[in-house]
């Protein structure tokens, strides 16, 4: 089962169907050290505001492994300063948002010059007829009006927490650019509640000024909203996150008026009661991302738990290091006048459940951090898991890739911070189907239905012992009645599901006929691993997603 690294790409299929891109781009140059491998098929190029020539490429990696935006400029780069820097601000289908800032320096002052804003556009580079190459797109700048009465003034800086892109086609009024300020109401003890938009769409930047529609008694929580993270969510809306309490929607391609409607809606966690929140703590955590081809959301949630089944941090000799991942999926009924919105829970991961895996073996056992759900198929999240640092030694992280649905990994890789494969620690991620347009074939679009890739360990170091954890190790000192032998007979498993607290009749046999067709064991051992307050929603999200299995193409219950 073990192979040697390779270069993450897809395995005689083309270029992957989407990719996880790194925020930084590689500055390529000869005299410049960088581990990235750019593709020419993917190159593009244009003049920069200040006439040089601006190329950028792509490095396109299968996940869980990093993609990266590789980069050339012919501005003379001066030692001191280093070349101009490139970041991804945004990405949206075949296109993504690029940022350049060109510096000089002033006595021993570093000052930034010029930030340019480039489109970058795959298109169908390689399905469309006849064959076109990608492009680059110089964007027109916006300046701010205080700044325009300056002698050198600077346009206004986007900032990839807050800026989404959206295009739905080649026209140019199908590009939408927005920036999103959230202000208040317009009254000093009034709550945060009106949207400022900087938007792009038809060549030109607007302001725009929306009221945020919100449900009855959301008015306090919407006042410390910040955003963390923006995703487009189908071709024509937008979604900016605030990981602590909820997310904003908006409908950027609205022509019924010239107004936006911007709406509120809370995530399915509790909301700090302050804004106090340990925002860089979240954002390591909790994450909202697309599924399903772009078209879903859906939240992941890593918390710590006690080994009572307590979500929180503890320091319960019990519990050292152990965790529980939760997802949501949002469904979102009616349209954007009188839209209703509410969160499922679909999954329910337990560390127990993960370190008892034979593919885990040799991974750390500690909360997996920043993930990533894929693209193709919303059970499917890929995870980063560092190592401790040790002094003298590169930072080395794995990266897995785990099916919350069948409880298996997909994929395991361990990398230090030195290979290109390794996305750049804490810095944000942006999920694409960039890579997709330089496939000459499809399969005409994205389903649940893409086969699974079958278990790929990257590491010439991997662990071939036994990992298998033993129930007692996680031992809940508040539940000593918990079984740790093994239940064989139907008359146990139905005393095991009486014990459980608030578990109706129905759930019960459900539950009992579930267990019951457990011919290996594991879906009884990963229930006794969990402390009892857990057994409840593990087993009803269990029974969900087997039954969700069970129902034939094309007559899904949702």
């Known amino acids: 089962m073990e192979t040697q690294p390779t270069d993450g790409r897809g395995a005689g299929a083309g270029y992957p169907r989407w990719v996880i891109l790194d925020h930084e781009a590689e500055y390529l140059h000869v005299n410049h050290p960088c581990s990235a491998a750019a593709d020419a098929k993917t190159e593009a190029a244009t003049l920069s505001s200040g006439g040089h020539t601006v190329r950028v490429s792509l490095d396109l990696r299968a996940p869980p492994a990093a993609s990266r935006v590789c980069y050339t400029c012919s ?33 021993y002052e570093h000052h930034t010059d010029t930030i340019d804003k480039y489109l970058y556009n795959a ?18 700048a916006y300046y701010n009006g205080e700044e325009t009465t300056l002698p050198s003034p600077l346009p206004h800086d986007l900032d990839e927490k807050t800026t989404g892109l959206l295009r739905r086609g080649e026209a140019e009024a199908d590009l939408v650019v927005a920036d999103l300020i959230v202000k208040d109401g317009g009254e000093a003890d009034a709550p945060k509640k009106e949207a400022e938009l900087l938007v792009l769409r038809s060549g030109e930047w607007s302001v725009v000024r929306a009221p945020i529609v919100h449900d009855d008694g959301k008015a306090e929580e919407l006042s410390f909203w910040e955003t963390d993270m923006v995703v487009p969510v189908g071709d024509r809306r937008l979604c900016w996150v605030d990981l602590c309490r909820g997310i904003i929607l908006c409908d950027m391609f609205d022509d019924g008026d010239e107004t936006l409607r911007p709406r509120y809606f809370s995530l399915p966690i ?40 307590r979500r929180g941090a503890t320091q319960c000799d019990h519990s ?13 009924d009616g349209d954007d006048d009188d839209m209703a919105a509410y969160w499922t829970m679909d999954a329910m991961v337990d560390a127990t459940e993960l370190w008892s895996l034979d593919a885990y073996a040799g991974v750390p056992r500690i909360n997996p951090q920043f993930p990533i759900v894929s693209m193709d198929d919303p059970d499917i ?103 740790n032998s093994k239940v064989n007979s139907p008359k146990e498993i139905l005393a095991l599901l009486q014990e459980i607290p608030e578990l109706s009749r129905d759930d019960l046999l459900r539950a009992y006929s579930f267990l019951c067709y457990d011919n290996n064991g594991r879906r009884l051992s990963s229930l006794l691993g969990l402390p009892m307050s857990l057994r409840k929603p593990w087993l009803l999200m269990e029974i969900k997603a087997s039954e969700a299995c069970s129902v034939p193409d094309g007559k899904s219950g949702t």
């Open 270 to 309: 509790e909301p700090p009661a302050d804004d106090r929140d340990r925002r860089r703590c979240q954002m390591s955590k909790r994450r909202v991302c697309v599924t399903n081809g772009g078209t879903v959301l859906k939240l992941v949630d890593v918390s710590p738990r006690c080994c009572c089944g």
């Open 75 to 107: 501005v003379p780069v001066d030692p001191a300063l280093g070349p101009p820097y490139m970041s991804v601000a945004a990405a949206h289908g075949d296109s993504l948002l690029v940022l350049v800032s060109f510096s000089y320096q002033e006595g």
């Open 381 to 483: 999240i890929c995870f980063q898991v560092p190592e401790e640092h040790k002094i003298g030694r590169k930072m080395q992280s794995w990266y897995i890739m785990l099916d919350t649905s069948s409880k298996t990994l997909m994929s395991v890789c361990r990398l230090d911070e030195s290979s290109s494969l390794q996305l750049s620690y804490g810095y944000a991620y942006f999920v694409s189907t960039v890579s997709h347009c330089f496939n000459s074939s499809d399969d005409g679009g994205f389903n649940n239905d893409v086969t699974k890739p079958a278990l790929m360990i990257i590491d010439d170091k991997v662990a071939t012992k036994n990992n298998i954890i033993a129930n007692d190790s996680l031992q809940s000192s508040c539940e000593s009645s918990a079984k």
């Open 320 to 332: 050292s290091g152990v965790f529980v991942i939760n997802t949501w999926t949002l469904h979102m």
């Open 123 to 140: 298109g169908a580079a390689a399905a469309a007829d006849p064959p076109r190459p990608p492009s680059l797109v110089h964007l027109p």
